[in-house]
């Protein structure tokens, strides 16, 4: 079965620190990955995507995928309060597949 | 620029009726696909539309179909309610050409609660 993988958390970490959240998956043939942001009673917002192995940085977000290891994780720096919401990991499992696979999401919480 | 719009927002049904929920593209997509998101879980791939047929379909019963028009716009209907079909309704539109990697980016979704 092929999956993507997310520990549901939550997570909590302080104002101002970084947070690290997660997400493997099962087809190494996978070749797009992305994080979403969802805050509670809405939609999901695409905050990064990534297609080569290696870091992406956008403003306090940077994506890492490392494809041998089968992982993509999103590091959130300066975290914020307006930060707390669930993030999801989606992933093309299959090469060209058009159809991303959506992990279960991890609810982040920044307290003050 | 727009970006992707759906209607209604909420909707309330009983079960065995029938509904059909709705979707415009961001400006400059040409490809929809549909999701559904129950509480606490990833969404759930429904089907996807380009050029007005549906190209890739996930694991939902036949009571679940869909449309594409002219103008990329796109339907949901389902037949047969039921009260697991309760969620979250996601539409999503993505660059065009279709071809290879791109970007999905989601609507504000439509509440449905079978009763």
């Known amino acids: 079965q092929k999956e993507v993988e997310q520990n549901s958390g939550p997570l909590s970490v302080p104002e101002g620190a970084i947070a690290s959240l997660n997400c493997t998956y099962s087809d190494r043939g996978s070749q797009s990955f992305f994080w979403y942001r969802q805050y509670s009673g809405k939609s999901p917002e695409l905050i990064m995507f990534?297609?080569?192995?290696g870091d992406k940085e956008d403003g306090r977000f940077t994506a890492q995928l490392n494809k041998a290891s089968q992982y993509v994780s999103l590091l959130i720096r300066d975290s914020q309060p307006s930060d707390s919401a669930t993030y999801l990991c989606?992933?093309?499992?299959?090469?060209?597949?058009?159809?991303?696979?959506f992990g279960r999401g991890t609810s982040l919480i920044v307290h003050p | 620029d727009a970006g992707v719009t759906q209607s209604p927002t909420h909707l309330i049904k009983t079960r065995g009726q029938q509904v059909t929920l709705r979707c415009s593209p961001k400006?400059?997509?040409?490809?929809v696909s549909w999701y559904q998101q129950a509480l606490g879980q990833g969404p759930q791939f429904i089907f996807q539309?380009?050029?007005?047929?549906?190209?890739q379909r996930g694991n939902f019963p036949d009571r679940f179909s869909g449309h594409q028009f002219p103008n990329y716009s796109s339907e949901l209907n389902v037949n047969a309610l039921l009260l697991g079909d309760s969620a979250l309704y996601l539409c999503?539109?993505?660059?065009?050409?279709?071809?290879?990697?791109?970007?999905?980016?989601f609507g504000p979704g439509t509440r449905l609660t079978v009763t």
């Open positions: 989606a992933v093309n499992l299959e090469g060209g597949s058009y159809i991303p696979t």
């Open positions: 999503a539109s993505s660059s065009p050409g279709g071809a290879g990697v791109y970007e999905q980016y």
């Open positions: 990534i297609y080569s192995n």
């Open positions: 539309y380009y050029e007005e047929e549906e190209r």
């Open positions: 400006s400059g997509h040409d490809t």
